[in-house]
């Protein structure tokens, strides 16, 4: 039972399509948290809901959702296809897309806590010394959220690590183009050599295990 | 005017009072204004209309002739618009940021160099060199109460106004501040305005009063004017005069009035009361009311009470000693001057009040 | 009224006997069988009362759950490797075991799609990509994998290769569009409206298909299940199977 390279092939494709989901939901999970925590408009309910669904749906129910708008003939997909020549079914675009959708809901919500629980007065103090939204924002809100948003990005960036049912639908289990961690374990599952999945499952519990702490560490409050 | 106030508005939050503050044209100099009432009455939500952080419900805002807030207009200047400075309650002071960086926040326009040296300027005047790169956090209430006055004032706004300036602070430093802040302020030569429910420091700080209750503005004018003639009873409550009894005129002759309170007749000014009023409330303060061992009679004060003492309780540098006279009454002396009377619980002594210091108001 | 009371209690009775006596019987079955077996289990149920128990997937996903310990009473594999895997662990009853079914690969693509006249087609630039079972381990792709080694054009073909959980996975993918083409059973393409049989890989020319079924070792109604195997002998299980387009293997074979 040797680890062999294609093996690190696959870790490291699932900790870059990590990084790159949870780069991808950064600027629009930050602005919608922003939005959700500091503003009221019609509609926001449902925006609120909509964000949380990945959270409580089955991840293949998102994963049939995303596999319906970009299938080559749902409405993103085939606009991507005909307009651009992006295929994204079947490639690690959609294991992105998969990994971004299902972990956005978490860092929005840590974020929302985090700027909610910023003393709005700061933001006040601020505009009257002049300051347009966008100033307070990134010279106010968001050195004074920071901890909370970046245990939210931690724990979305664990949550893509760990993704399955939803990137299985759209990405499918290509050898070295598509499979994360999580699907090699299922396949090799499935063909019956379980000592190899009880290596990657290890794997896995380690990454997980390191983002958790590293989550719980940043939204601890500073000792001062 | 170019440092005119004139503010005419309302602005009221669900489930409270209205807040109101109407005819305000103040400010026609550079002077400072207090806007003073009890907790709760509406001041806070008047400064914060004023800065811009709260829009009116109805009326206008208009400063030096530019308007800030209309509501029939459907007009509304937002506060980094209107270059005012704010020092709010509790400070405000950016925890993550520097005393410089503090200071500095509104210079945005500067070039670096400028701004060095203008923070620099600001805290050697307010006292507070080689504090730059301190964090709030490590400054003590006093120094961070002129951290949030040297940010307001550093890119010279227009108008400043001061939420509860002192109360944060212990009384020592409170009544040290106090003085240096109304001369920091007037070397400043912008306007202000002060929100405070501390009678001294309205007192001490202000030139011009707005008394605020329950949301209204009920008195305004030159500080002095208004603590000595409260134009109604709440007013005299808020302003914490003394004694406020209710009393009779029994005559009313050449500009003097003769009120009778509890059977005892006093001499006082009837001044502005409307002829023909006959039930008043009598208005004494406690520093209006001298005291000499009983039997004393060379004195000028009309109004000669024989007392006995009820209590005496010591007020910071001063000692207040109530008094029985029929009624009760309330004088406030120096340790000294109890001392030399000889002045315990029960001892019988006069009391002394001028004519011109007893404020009648019409019931 | 006592006569209907009397009758009624016996009706009961005898219901309940039946009811009590029925038994349910658990199949594990390749994904290809799906509409195949419904059927017969329908038929099966109402003449003996015996209660059908059916769990579709691929093949090797469900010798995997047998491992494991899955209740089932008989296995029905697509093909003749998991079928040995499960013998090598002695979880089949090796008499019980008997090859029954066979099958033709087909390429399927969308109703509207490229003709595909040989294999070598699939090479073509019009064809982006190709689902099949996973060749690692589901029937299907094993077997289509063994066909296009043979043809010399597994390693041309594989960039283009989608692996799918199963045979019904792999139909999927085509009809949605999503792949230009795909290998499943001529069985599969028959139930799609939404595909079309490109091209039909004769058994003289393809891999040697043979479906497997099994009882299960140990399993918890080894009579009703053998009852049930014998039944899939008799014609009118195997008129079901031919007419879904399986052909039937001699019991020498």
Redesign the interface.
């Known amino acids: 039972m040797t680890w062999n390279p294609d093996d690190w092939q696959i870790v490291g494709f699932t900790v870059w399509m990590a990084v790159l989901g949870t780069l991808v939901i950064l600027p629009p999970g930050i602005a919608l948290a922003w939005l959700l925590a500091r503003r009221n408009w019609c509609g926001k309910t449902l925006v609120e809901t909509t964000v949380s669904l990945p959270l409580v749906m089955p991840p293949v129910v998102t994963g049939l959702v995303l596999?319906k708008l970009f299938?080559?003939?749902g409405p993103l997909g085939r606009w991507l296809w005909e307009s651009f020549g992006i295929?994204v079914?079947?490639t690690w675009k959609a294991v992105v897309i998969a990994l971004a959708v299902m972990s956005l809901p978490m860092l929005v919500r840590a974020a929302r806590s985090a700027i909610e629980d910023v003393n709005p007065?700061?933001e006040?103090?601020?505009?009257?010394?002049?300051?347009?939204e966008l100033?307070v924002f990134f010279?106010?809100t968001l050195?004074?959220a920071r901890r909370g948003v970046m245990a939210g990005v931690v724990l979305a960036f664990a949550r893509a690590l760990g993704e399955f049912g939803a990137t299985i639908m759209i990405a499918?289990?290509?050898?070295g183009k598509t499979t994360t961690l999580s699907v090699a374990i299922y396949?090799l599952?499935?063909?019956?050599q379980d000592d190899r999945a009880w290596m990657f499952a290890a794997v896995c519990v380690v990454l997980a295990f390191v983002s958790v702490a590293a989550s719980e560490r940043l939204s601890r409050p500073r000792k001062? | 005017m170019k440092h005119s106030l004139d503010a005419d508005f309302e602005k009221s939050y669900v489930g409270g009072p209205v807040i109101r503050m109407q005819n305000c044209a103040a400010l026609t100099g550079k002077g400072i204004t207090v806007l003073f009432g009890i907790s709760g009455s509406g001041k806070t939500t008047i400064l914060r209309c004023i800065a811009g952080l709260e829009r009116p419900d109805s009326g206008h805002i208009r400063f030096g002739g530019e308007v800030w807030s209309d509501a029939a207009r459907n007009v509304f200047l937002p506060a980094r618009l209107r270059s005012i400075g704010l020092v709010p309650q509790e400070y405000g002071l950016f925890p993550h940021l520097t005393v410089f960086g503090n200071v500095s926040y509104g210079l945005v326009k500067m070039i670096a160099a400028e701004r060095r040296q203008r923070v620099a300027e600001l805290l050697e005047w307010l006292g507070l060199e080689g504090f730059k790169n301190r964090f709030p956090c490590e400054l003590s209430g006093g120094q961070q109460q002129r951290v949030a006055l040297a940010r307001a004032l550093a890119s010279r706004p227009r108008l400043l106004l001061l939420d509860e300036p002192l109360s944060a602070l212990d009384n020592p430093t409170r009544v040290r501040l106090r003085r240096e802040l109304r001369g920091l302020l007037l070397t400043a030569r912008i306007p202000a305005i002060i929100v405070t429910h501390d009678r001294q420091e309205a007192a001490a700080l202000g030139d011009e009063i707005m008394v605020m209750h329950d949301g209204c503005m009920i008195q305004h004018g030159p500080v002095n004017e208004v603590f000595s003639k409260p134009v109604s009873h709440g007013v005299a409550d808020i302003l914490a005069v003394e004694t406020i009894l209710p009393g009779e005129i029994l005559a009313n002759n050449d500009g003097i009035a003769v009120v009778r309170v509890n059977g005892i007749s006093l001499q006082a000014l009837a001044g502005s009361l409307p002829p023909m009023t006959k039930d008043v409330f009598v208005c004494i303060r406690a520093e209006d009311v001298s005291l000499s061992s009983p039997g004393e009679n060379a004195a000028s004060p009309r109004n000669r009470l024989s007392a006995m003492v009820t209590g005496i309780v010591r007020e910071g540098p001063l000692v207040r000693i109530g008094l029985d006279c029929g009624f009760s009454l309330t004088a406030l002396l120096t340790p000294q001057a109890s001392e030399e009377l000889d002045l315990v619980d029960g001892c019988r002594v006069t009391a002394l009040i001028k004519a011109p210091r007893i404020h009648l108001i019409p019931r | 009224m006592k006569t209907f009371v009397r009758y009624a209690t016996i009706a009961l009775c005898l219901l309940a006997a039946r009811l009590l006596a029925a038994e349910e019987i658990t199949v594990f079955a390749a994904a290809s069988l799906t509409e195949a077996l419904t059927e017969i289990g329908k038929d099966y149920e109402k003449s003996t009362g015996d209660k059908m128990r059916f769990n579709f997937a691929a093949s090797n996903m469900l010798a995997r759950q047998i491992e494991a310990g899955a209740p089932a009473d008989v296995f029905f594999s697509a093909d003749e490797t998991q079928m040995d895997g499960l013998a090598a662990k002695g979880l089949i009853v090796k008499d019980s075991r008997k090859a029954v079914l066979g099958n033709t690969l087909v390429i399927v693509t969308a109703p509207d799609g490229p003709s595909i006249a040989k294999e070598e087609d699939l090479a073509r630039e019009f064809i982006r990509r190709i689902m099949l079972g996973d060749p690692k381990a589901v029937p299907v792709g094993v077997y289509a994998k063994q066909h296009l080694e043979a043809l010399g054009l597994w390693t041309t073909l594989q960039p283009k290769i989608i692996p799918a959980e199963s045979v019904r996975a792999a139909l999927a993918g085509v009809e949605s569009g999503n792949a230009e083409a795909g290998i499943v059973y001529k069985t599969d393409a028959a139930i799609s409206k939404k595909v079309k049989i490109a091209l039909e890989i004769p058994a003289s020319k393809g891999p040697v298909i043979r479906y497997p079924v099994a009882l299960v070792a140990g399993c918890g109604h080894a009579e009703a299940a053998k009852k049930f195997l014998a039944s899939l002998y008799r014609n009118e299980a195997r008129e079901v199977f031919l007419r879904r387009g399986f052909t039937l293997l001699t019991s020498k074979e």
């Open positions: 596999l299938g080559r003939r295929e079914v079947f007065l700061f006040q103090q601020a505009r009257t010394l002049g300051a347009g100033r010279t106010i050195p004074l499918g289990n290509i050898p396949n599952v499935q063909l019956g001062s």
